[in-house]
């Protein structure tokens, strides 16, 4: 084991002479310097240094401002002032200041061997200290990404979930087919453009997603009516919106995602259902869904109608701005361009295995299909 290195910092020679052969008996290494400056030069030049036993009074740089600059070059490292007994009162100043002790003078080889074993054992324990802290902060940065991992894939799995109901959802519904995931896909350009959290873009894609989830417990006789539904068929379907809720509100990650289904069907100036909202009562989520909603039926094929253009939509959005639709979000959604919204179309067309909700979590899709469409 190498010695440890002992800086003795001392303006009488004598002194710094006696030190040194007292701690070379004991087998430690001492370097001398006659004052603070010196003793500056030894800790940038040569360090580093175990322990530091300085004089309080010297000339030039004292023991006090060695002290401050110590603090500076190896903070780690105590230091032991060495004074005379009328200096104690600046020494006991020193030790509020940083110092790790101090001895009198003068003093007896056992009374300086015993202060330096204090000191380097404090020493040792302070560098014990400080790997226990890193080595557990390196733990906990580790545990904290696989923790993060572990819970990016248990996310994603729920995903995965939503997604099987949201397809089941669509299999039932054979004349929306397709539409859960454009208008998902809608929504999160949407919030992208909007520069929303992408914390709350997934939120919101995930009540997007499920937005019509509560019609799994409306009757297949009025679901799939191909007539017009009369006013108790209007009002049971309309119930959907609720029961969408209380499907989700009790599952803790849909939680937010709930209030979006509960409101997709709500208008901007309160005429919507089924709580009649008005304005910024309607959660953001549900009011950019709703622009995303109105979008893809317009442009979507029904048994009653056929599908019209994206220009034939944005004219009927704009048109409904200030009632049906928030102002902030139609004037966002007119800045975006057509083609956008046709190539997420042929997009979730062409793949079948099109993830909307994986969508919502890719970086690059902000860039790739909001700030550079087509």
Known sequence: MAQERILIVDDEPYVRTVMAAMLEKSNYTPVLAADGVEAVQHLVNDPPFDLILSDIMMNGLDGIGLLERVREVQPDTPIVMVTAIHDISVAITAMRNGAYDYLLKPFEREQLLTTVKRALEYRRLVQQNSIYRYNLEQLVTARTEMLRHAMSDLERSYDITLEALGDALDLRDAETEGHSKRVTAYTIALSRAMELPPEEIRTIARGAFLHDIGKMAIPDAILLKPGKLDANEQAMMREH????????????????????????????????????????????G??????????????????????????AAREEIQRCSGTQFDPRVVAVYLEMPNRLWDDLRKEISNHGRFSPLSFAGTVETRDNLVHNPG
């Open 241 to 284: 919106c609720a029961r969408g809720y209380q499907m989700l509100r009790k599952i803790p990650f849909l939680h937010d995602a709930a209030e979006i289904v509960y409101s997709h069907q709500e208008y901007y100036d309160g005429s919507g259902y089924p709580r009649g909202l008005v304005s910024d009562q309607i959660p953001l």
């Open 286 to 311: 549900a009011r950019i869904f709703a622009v995303a909603d109105t979008l893809d039926a317009i442009t979507s094929d029904r048994p009653y109608r056929q599908a019209r253009s994206f220009d």
